[in-house]
């Protein structure tokens, strides 16, 4: 079965500085990778997805993530961040065979400070 | 817009009590689950269903049961709560497959048990 880490529990950030949230995976095969951001007091929003082909990823709000095959990693980044940006963020990986479910890591939170 | 509907943002119950918490989908999704989110421990699964009245168990789905009697409708039931069993609740409905699928989150709900 897949595993899925965000080593980093808590990052904080100036606005306007760059941001890279770390993800590292454990799987046979390329999986199936997402990013998630919880703002407070709502549910999951995906950010982007990375499926096959071109290793770096555009998402929504500014985001992008690069898939790094050797380094089982797929960190997420962005040049600047705005307050607003402040909230949860929750890498996820779902197997390529077989009919696993997502598996999500324990998440990031993110602080912006001005 | 897409939308998934938790009917209850905030529950408090006692021991013993039995629970529901109810999830609405008006996207014609699938696949509907029921997560469950403590710090530090990320989104675990509890239950998710792929079509009416069919249920599969997920990673921690001792002490809740699900049913699904109609597409929109996800419902997770606690028999007798008890206090490990505050948390927030999030639902979730996706269209595609387990793995790959984009989920589409509600708000969540948090139960306190007393």
């Known amino acids: 079965a897949q595993s899925v880490t965000q080593p980093d529990i808590h990052i904080t950030v100036s606005e306007g500085a760059s941001l890279e949230l770390r993800c590292n995976y454990s799987?046979?095969?390329?999986?199936?990778l997402f990013w998630y951001v919880q703002s407070p007091g709502q549910g999951l929003q995906l950010l982007l997805k990375?499926?096959?082909?071109?290793?770096l990823v555009q998402g929504i709000k500014g985001f992008e993530a690069e898939f790094k095959r050797s380094q089982s990693s797929f960190n997420l980044r962005k040049p600047s961040v705005h307050w607003s940006d402040a909230a949860e963020y929750f890498c996820?990986?779902?197997?390529?065979?077989?009919?696993?479910?997502?598996?999500f890591g324990t998440g990031t939170r993110l602080t912006i400070i001005p | 817009d897409v939308k998934v509907t938790q009917s209850s943002r905030y529950l408090v119950k006692r021991t013993g009590e039995k629970v529901f918490l109810e999830c609405v989908q008006d996207?014609?999704?699938?696949?509907m689950f029921w997560y469950r989110q403590d710090p530090g421990l990320g989104l675990r699964l509890i239950y998710f269903?792929?079509?009416?009245?069919?249920?599969e168990k997920g990673d921690i789905p001792e002490g809740y049961s699900v049913s699904r009697e109609k597409k929109e409708r996800f419902s997770l039931i606690l028999e007798s709560a008890s206090t490990n069993q505050t948390s927030m609740y999030l639902c979730?409905?996706?269209?595609?497959?387990?793995?790959?699928?984009?989920?589409?989150f509600g708000e969540g709900s948090r139960l306190t048990v007393l």
């Open positions: 979730a409905s996706s269209l595609q497959g387990f793995s790959f699928g984009e989920l589409f």
């Open positions: 799987y046979g095969a390329t999986p199936y």
């Open positions: 990375y499926f096959s082909g071109d290793t």
């Open positions: 996820a990986v779902g197997a390529t065979f077989g009919n696993e479910k997502l598996t």
């Open positions: 996207m014609d999704h699938e696949n």
């Open positions: 269903s792929y079509d009416v009245k069919m249920k």
